[in-house]
């Protein structure tokens, strides 16, 4: 055996009369495996994050700067487009007013179809110029059966709403719409105004957002904001303000300004029909249908519109489960719709190549690609790494890259600034799933095609009916328990212990750190309602 040993490429120290010392054994096969393997992978990884977080950081800050200098000169839409209150007029009356149509798809809400069907009713505009149109996909009965109830109630008050069900769901909530704006009487109207099921806009919406596409014919979208009505009843819900309020008040902000372009978040907007049908109408061959509506709309030359001090209320998901399947639709589908779509960008004619640029390396690439795969792949996996294989070094600025970033980006929430810390631990466990979506998409394998409602539980409703807060189901392991979370949290945990027992990186502070966060999520504590005194 010593003979043998003795040309392999395991010392022959690891021997001793001829039995294999296994520990010595070990430590020389893992030496020569970082040497030969990981050590080469590991450095060509960390040059490919660290290239991904120099655009990154390039196009946030690039953007930030961009929604400072609109803050700081107070550009708003109505300087920049034509605007006008809408009136009667002495000879033609009510006609004056274009006719409006008003979508809301349903899914089983019932915790909130009375309340949403109430505040579209709502709307001050005459009544013989709007139209509301109740898009039920419920699979209960009963369900059905009170929303048809609902809205016989609203017709008897004189509202123009029609409800509408339909035999085949296919296509979810884009078939549904599409489904809609077949019906013989959108002939009449001239926009349509869409609202989930959950979105409770004020009476003046339309108001406000109507006049800037009759007197503007080229815009073909008016996007508004949405102010979250159940962001206080966990850490989880104020998390998700803090990044919906970056999206809302830099993304949309930068995009409506300088590009005339952004992503149609599928509800609280307003569309041209003309310009919808167009565009080709709704499809259903992702499930970021608002935002393949989008796509195909920005491709004709149509403008966009985003108007941020219009604000309609909504519930943000108030469980880690339905919030876990709203993230991976959100990062799933982009990316596949990036997949699609690419070559149809790089081919238009009808839009600048500046366009061309910005919507495929700075709207897809960069911001529903990269973002996502760098803050789990880097923060989670490859930094950890090089705590065990010293012979690869970070440099400073690449680790503290995004944490500065999510700072910056946690301006647009004041209040909850002093969250910022759990925010950033909290972004980094879900970039587990944002990132898995990712990959998803990209390849249009597995769930890319899911599409599961999120939950609405009416917490508008039940604080003004005052009723008491549904108390916490009792905890059931085996449903709570998230399997990927806590073997990430496992592997943040072990990385932590190498470092504090042989590393000098100093890294085990926000390894120890994370991997609390993971563990908090894999067991299932979070989005729990913690009710507020107020």
Request: a positive charge; charged letters at 20%; aromatic letters at 14%.
């Amino acid at each position: 055996m010593e003979s043998h040993s003795s040309g392999a490429l395991i010392p022959p120290e690891v021997f001793r009369g001829g039995q294999c010392d296994l520990t010595g054994f070990l430590g020389c096969l893992w030496q020569q495996a970082k040497a030969s393997l990981l050590v080469p992978f590991l450095k060509i990884m960390v040059f490919l994050c660290l290239t991904m977080l120099i655009l990154l950081f390039v196009e946030r800050v690039y953007m930030g700067i961009v929604a400072v200098l609109i803050k700081i000169f107070r550009w708003k839409p109505e300087k920049k487009y034509k605007w006008k209150p809408m009136k009667e007029a002495l000879q033609m009356g009510n006609s004056a007013f274009p006719m409006v149509l008003v979508q809301i798809p349903m899914c089983n809400e019932k915790e909130v179809y009375q309340l949403s069907i109430g505040a579209a009713c709502g709307l001050s505009w005459p009544t013989d110029r709007i139209i509301i149109q109740v898009l039920d996909d419920s699979t209960d009965p009963a369900i059905k059966a009170l929303k048809e109830q609902e809205c016989r109630r609203w017709a008897s008050r004189g509202i123009n709403i029609k409800y509408e069900i339909r035999e085949k769901r296919n296509g979810y909530k884009a078939g549904a719409l599409r489904d809609g704006m077949k019906c013989s009487y959108v002939k009449l109207c001239d926009y349509v105004v869409i609202f989930d099921a959950d979105f409770q806009p004020d009476s003046d919406f339309l108001h406000r957002t109507i006049p800037f596409l009759v007197h503007n014919p080229e815009i073909a979208l008016v996007q508004t904001r949405w102010k979250f009505v159940n962001s206080d009843e966990s850490l989880m819900t104020r998390m998700q303000e803090m990044s919906l309020n970056y999206h809302f008040i830099v993304e949309q902000e930068v995009g409506s300004y300088i590009y005339a372009f952004f992503g149609f978040n599928g509800t609280a907007g307003v569309w041209r029909i003309s310009a919808l049908n167009e565009a080709g109408g709704w499809k259903d061959r992702t499930t970021v249908e608002d935002l393949d509506l989008a796509i195909r709309a920005g491709l004709k030359g149509l403008k966009f519109l985003y108007v941020g001090d219009v604000e309609v209320k909504s519930e943000l998901p108030s469980t880690f489960k339905a919030y876990q399947h709203q993230q991976h639709r959100w990062s799933c589908g982009p990316a596949n719709l990036f997949r699609k779509v690419a070559m149809e960008i790089v081919r238009c004619k009808k839009v600048s190549p500046w366009r061309k640029f910005y919507l495929i390396y700075s709207f897809f690439f960069v911001q529903k690609i990269v973002i996502h795969i760098v803050m789990f792949i880097f923060y989670c996996v490859v930094l950890p790494a090089t705590t065990m294989i010293p012979e690869v070094q970070v440099p400073i600025w690449g680790a503290v890259c995004i944490p500065v970033i999510t700072l910056l980006n946690a301006l647009g929430t004041p209040r909850s600034f002093h969250l910022v810390i759990f925010w950033i631990l909290f972004e980094n466990v879900m970039s587990l799933h944002r990132t898995k979506g990712t990959f998803i998409g990209l390849l249009e394998v597995g769930r890319v095609n899911e599409w599961i409602v999120t939950e609405k539980l009416g917490r508008v409703l039940q604080t003004k009916s005052g009723s008491k807060v549904p108390k916490k189901p009792r905890f059931r392991m085996g449903n709570r328990l998230q399997v990927l979370e806590l073997f990430v949290g496992f592997y943040l945990f072990f990385c932590g212990c190498y470092d504090v027992a042989f590393g000098k990186s100093g890294l085990f502070i926000y390894l120890f750190l994370q991997s609390t966060a993971f563990f908090v999520v894999g067991f299932g504590h979070v989005g729990t309602f913690v009710p507020t005194s107020s």
